[in-house]
């Protein structure tokens, strides 16, 4: 294969994908109906040009028919008259006009069994054209239907490209904000701690950090105080820790003692 012939079915293949996507089945079967009432149209106008035709004829025939009847009559009146010359005349242009209409009669049935076809053909073409348009229509209906069925359905589960946008557009945002809230929680930690000096720009000196250190040792104190006078326990930790230890070295001196008595 050739690289125009190549490039030729390459063309064509992405002209005939886009053209795919661009046509719309409704409007293509409003176009073929426009197009077959353009027909029928043009048929009718047929018929009536073919009649329009006919009837000249039939005017024409009926011209003749008089002037042929005149003559009969003219050379009846030679003949009364004495002249034979005169109706051997009259009878000569009489059988021209005869002869007009022998052939004006053959053109006429000519144009009449030509109407009777086009008439027969505009009627074909009409029940046609009827049938069309109504099942254009239905086709139309289920169409748009399945269409909306669709959108429903890609709406429901977000496949759609709206609704993909949308949710890209939520997603972003939830990210943001996540993003953002975890910066102001780094931001307040870091600024108890003291690792961030103060945004007016005054850092504190040496004293005041302490002060409040001291003021942070007090607080814990009274707390563990209050705790364990909720509790109940008061001194009592004290006291286990001060005896435990002098019990626990007697026992195993008074042991000895015992042995001797026995």
Do not use: C, W
């Not at 009559?73 to 005169?86: F, N, T």
């Not at 053109?107 to 073409?125: I, N, Y």
């Amino acid at each position: 294969m050739s690289l125009m012939q190549r490039l030729r079915l390459i063309f064509s293949a992405k002209a005939n994908k886009a053209l795919d996507r661009a046509e719309d089945p409704r409007e293509t079967l409003d176009y073929s109906y426009e197009r077959q009432l353009e027909m029928l149209q043009k048929v009718r106008r047929g018929v009536a040009d073919v009649a329009t035709s006919r009837k000249r004829l039939e005017l024409q025939l009926q011209q003749l028919q008089a002037q042929s009847d005149k003559l009969e009559g003219q050379g009846r009146q030679a003949l009364a008259a004495g002249r034979e010359d005169l109706a051997r005349e009259a009878l000569t242009r009489r059988s021209a006009v005869q002869q007009q209409q022998t052939d004006l009669s053959a053109q006429h049935a000519q144009l009449q069994a030509e109407e009777e076809k086009l008439t027969l053909a505009s009627q074909r073409l009409q029940a046609k054209v009827d049938a069309f348009r109504t099942r254009k229509e239905t086709i139309k209906a289920t169409y748009t239907a399945a269409e909306a069925q669709t959108k429903i359905g890609e709406a429901f589960s977000g496949i759609s490209e709206e609704m993909g946008d949308v949710g890209l557009a939520v997603q972003r945002a939830e990210d943001k904000t996540l993003a953002m809230q975890a910066r102001a929680g780094a931001i307040d930690e870091l600024l108890a701690s003291g690792a961030l000096d103060d945004a007016s720009g005054t850092a504190k000196d040496d004293i005041t950090a302490e002060l409040e250190r001291m003021s942070s040792s007090s607080d814990v104190e009274l707390e563990l105080a209050r705790l364990k006078g909720e509790i109940g326990t008061g001194k009592a930790p004290d006291a286990i820790e001060g005896g435990s230890a002098p019990a626990a070295e007697a026992a195993p001196a008074a042991q000895p003692a015992t042995e001797d008595k026995q």
